[in-house]
């Protein structure tokens, strides 16, 4: 019996989480890693947490708005930069497609994907094995490509703002990557901080700059009508430039996915779900008023979008001079700060510059928040990560880092980001409709699949002509899949011998027959793999076991066997069922790593029961090293080594630790 007294009896069926080692820490290495507490990936943060406190969908709708709205502090002058005078014309159709596929698109999606996980979590699902996890790693390229270029480019835009005002110090022109740095500095130390009260500050942010844009786009349209020559002047452009009007809109068509960063914003939309109040009797499997306030989140968001977008690119193209709009153009990056100067005056303008700074600088926060919910969310429950990446300081400052590297490389340079940032909103988007195309075809409704499936090659279109037309979008977020996958291999292989159950349940069964052993003092485990299951296989193991390992044969053994699942899940729940098969006890269990599943379920026998088991094994034919391929990719090979490293990595007292015995 172990001198270390048992903890109360866990009652049957009841999930009994292990318990990690103690470990000692100097105090910035527990400041660093505070709030590592969760198992199961999911996030403290803003976006990722169970919030104590949810708001109107409305409100929640301003926290995914910082990012979605605040475009338009930069949307305008890229589309002109990129189509031009039919800059209208193709956004048109990005707002038919928005309306139209987009929106259809995530609203399934909030339906089937309401805790917060998008629509990654909906291809996991259609996707086992090591093909859906291998994906998932890819879209998480796609995403951090998405939201680290969201909080560079943000930031850069709203140091464009700061140095094109006319107030603005004489020092700051010349210094774009400084004032971008220094407002990445600014958002790592908030979250470092603590990111608190995003909702309120969100909502009030996106209330003024929405009514400031108001306040410039009816302004603006109020002088094109006063100036009606100017239409004149745009429409003979048009057709002087591109002729015939069939040819302007397959122009149109042709161009407007330049103009996809007007799409952004949706899958923020569905990964803040869990913020959203719903109604007091909704069902937590089915929580119908969230998906209902989710929906008109979606909706409200994308239609006030829309008439931003169509209102500001006829205005913006109308009023600026097409040279404005180049590289070093005072409308390059801020066109509506542009008109917000040209036609209310500095003082309005400079009102202007300010709203939008801090909304762009938001948005930087917004997406913060996405890459703390989606990392935490995946990688550490597939292994491909290390334990601190559940903490949010280490990650901050990890993406402050790569933040810092890709201002330096793009020289704060917003033009050259948009690439970037529309090739993985077009990637997420896409990837979104794929997932409902198949729910739809799963769920037999082929109506729905048909026009599902067209959505998809719409957005599969857009997304490989924005990756033709600008092919750094590619590049980036192939860095970025390549760094995740890189990571997740060393991750993956460096914590092989962890134990990986977050908790073991023992059903009513299963814990009579440790406990029965328990009281005579040894707790004897035979590990078998089943095979044919017949009387015989297990009375010849049975005898083969106490042979061999010199077990007395009055001493009372159980079998321990483990079901084969998906090799490639890392983290697991693990349930023991108790069973009596041909007269002998039997412990099963269900999972896809089998040395350990074996040392986790010993340590939590050793735990409820106060006595260090033994286990036995026979060795494994084969050669040792394809046996350890074998294990890192279906979790099965040199099972009794493996088990014993295992349990040498978790438990450093050996007289603590359960005995392996080979035989």
Not at 40 to 51: A, K
Not at 362 to 374: Q, V, W
Request: net charge neutral; with cysteine; proline share 5%.
């Amino acid at each position: 019996m172990s001198s270390t007294s048992p903890e109360p009896l866990p009652l049957p069926g009841q999930a009994h989480p292990l318990r990690a080692a103690p470990q000692h820490t100097n105090r910035f290495k527990h400041w660093l890693l505070v709030g590592m507490v969760d198992e199961h990936g999911t996030q403290q943060g803003p976006h990722g947490q169970n919030p104590e406190r949810t708001h109107s969908w409305w409100q929640v709708m301003c926290l995914t708005g910082v990012d979605y709205f605040s475009t338009l502090g930069y949307q305008p002058a890229i589309a002109a930069l990129a189509a031009g005078l039919i800059s209208p014309f193709a956004t048109l159709v990005l707002v038919a497609l928005t309306l139209l596929g987009a929106l259809p698109v995530y609203r399934r999606v909030a339906r089937e994907s309401f805790r917060g996980s998008g629509s990654i979590a909906m291809l996991e699902r259609f996707l086992p094995w090591w093909a859906g996890k291998l994906f998932v790693l890819v879209l998480l390229g796609f995403a951090a490509t998405d939201f680290m270029i969201t909080i560079t480019l943000s930031a850069a835009d709203a140091s464009a703002h700061a140095i094109e005002n006319p107030f603005a110090p004489s020092w700051f022109h010349g210094n774009n990557v400084l004032i971008t740095l220094f407002l990445l500095a600014l958002l790592a130390a908030v979250f470092l901080k603590g990111f608190k009260e995003a909702i309120g500050i969100a909502v009030v942010l996106v209330a003024v700059y929405l009514a400031l844009n108001v306040v410039v786009v009816t302004t603006s349209i109020v002088q094109v009508f006063e100036h009606p020559t100017v239409i004149d002047d745009w429409w003979t452009a048009v057709f002087v430039t591109h002729g015939d009007p069939l040819l302007v809109v397959g122009v149109a068509l042709l161009v407007f996915p330049k103009l996809a960063l007007g799409l952004s914003g949706f899958e923020t939309g569905v990964a803040v779900m869990p913020q959203i109040k719903g109604k007091p009797g909704d069902d937590p499997a089915r929580p119908e008023g969230r998906i209902r306030g989710a929906h008109r989140l979606l909706t409200t968001a994308a239609i006030i979008m829309s008439v931003f977008l169509i209102t500001s690119s006829f205005t913006t193209t109308l009023l600026i001079p097409q040279k404005e709009f180049q590289p070093g153009g005072a409308a390059n990056g801020r066109a509506l700060a542009y008109l917000a100067h040209e036609y209310l005056g500095n003082g309005f303008g400079t009102v202007y510059d300010i709203s939008t700074i801090l909304i762009l600088w938001f948005a930087g926060a917004s997406a913060m928040a996405g890459l703390l919910n989606l990392v935490p969310r995946y990688l550490p429950r597939y292994g491909m990560a290390p334990q601190w990446a559940r903490a949010v300081r280490p990650l901050v400052l990890v993406f402050t880092g790569i933040g810092f590297l890709i201002t330096l490389v793009f020289d704060a340079n917003v033009d050259a980001q948009g690439g970037a940032y529309a090739t993985g909103v077009l990637v997420l988007i896409t990837s979104a409709s794929l997932a409902v195309s198949l729910s739809a075809w799963r769920k037999k409704q082929p109506k729905r699949t048909i026009v599902f499936a067209i959505i998809t090659a719409i957005f599969v279109y857009t997304t490989i002509d924005n990756i033709i037309e600008r092919p750094d979008g590619l590049r980036i977020a192939t860095l970025f899949i390549l760094g995740i996958l890189i990571v997740s291999i060393v991750s993956r292989i460096g914590r092989s011998f962890q134990v990986r159950a977050t908790s073991v349940t023992f059903d009513v069964t299963a814990l009579d027959f440790i406990l029965e052993d328990a009281e005579e003092g040894e707790i004897r485990i035979i590990s078998h793999e089943p095979d044919v299951d017949t009387t015989k296989e297990y009375e010849e193991k049975n005898k083969d076991e106490r042979r061999f390992s010199h077990i007395p044969q009055r001493s009372r053994t159980i079998f321990l066997e483990v079901m084969k699942s998906d090799s490639s899940d890392f983290e697991e729940d693990l349930v023991v069922h108790g069973v009596v098969k041909y007269g002998y006890r039997v412990l099963q269990v269900k999972s896809g790593n089998v040395p350990n599943t074996i040392a986790a379920v010993l340590l939590e026998i050793r735990d409820i029961t106060g006595v260090v088991p033994t286990i036995y094994f026979e060795w494994t034919e084969g050669n040792p090293i394809s046996n350890m391929f074998r294990y890192l990719i279906t979790g099965v090979g040199e099972v009794a080594p493996v088990t014993r490293e295992v349990l040498r990595e978790a438990e450093k007292d050996v007289k603590r630790r359960p005995a392996v015995h080979v035989a």
